[in-house]
């Protein structure tokens, strides 16, 4: 069994366009930007031993506003520019009640069983409540990246940070200590 590092998509790994003081994913591909820092962060946690798996919510798909290829075609871009092992995804909205859409730790738990991961040695790093609560779920160890928005915040969290670069001096040392 191994570790992981969980990671959400907008706003940890890629800038997030902020809209009524919440976070929304880039309109397009050309509108992709990947966050300063986080190519070697994520280099470093793979170097470290982290399986590196993305989980992330792409409800605009179920709403209509976005397809579902301009979301894959995203990921494909991301995947070619980082060393990631997997990005999973949630298509649904709120109302779909899946098992997958964060909070609910579904897309964690799949992961866990198909690259034998060691949740409770595992970490989510992630930006909303939504995030921290299906890392906690899961039984995983859990970062806060707080973007400063205008939202309901995580009730818990192991570490509060500014972003995965911070996040991944911690677990650096964390990993270097066991």
């Excluded at 995983?140 to 309901?152: L, Q, V």
Aim: net charge negative; charged share 25%.
């Amino acid at each position: 069994m191994r570790p992981a590092v969980f990671l959400d998509r907008d706003g940890v790994i890629n800038r997030a366009a902020v809209r009524n003081g919440a976070p929304c994913p880039p309109a397009s591909l050309q509108d992709l930007e990947i966050l300063p820092g986080v190519a070697q962060a994520l280099s470093a946690l793979k170097d470290s031993g982290y399986v590196l798996v993305v989980v992330t919510n792409q409800p605009d798909v179920a709403r209509g506003a976005t397809t579902r290829q301009s979301v894959e075609d995203i990921h494909v871009r991301i995947r070619s520019e980082l060393c990631l092992d997997a990005i999973l995804t949630c298509f649904h909205d709120n109302c779909d009640g899946c098992d997958c859409r964060k909070p609910q730790p579904g897309l964690l738990l799949r992961a866990a069983r198909d690259f034998e991961l060691d949740l409770a040695s595992s970490f989510m790093i992630g930006d909303r409540w939504r995030d921290v609560e299906a890392g906690e779920r899961a039984g995983c160890r859990t970062f806060y990246i707080d973007g400063g928005y205008e939202e309901r915040l995580p009730a818990s969290c192991d570490y509060r940070v500014g972003s995965l670069p911070e996040a991944a001096t911690i677990l650096l040392a964390l990993a270097a200590s066991r």
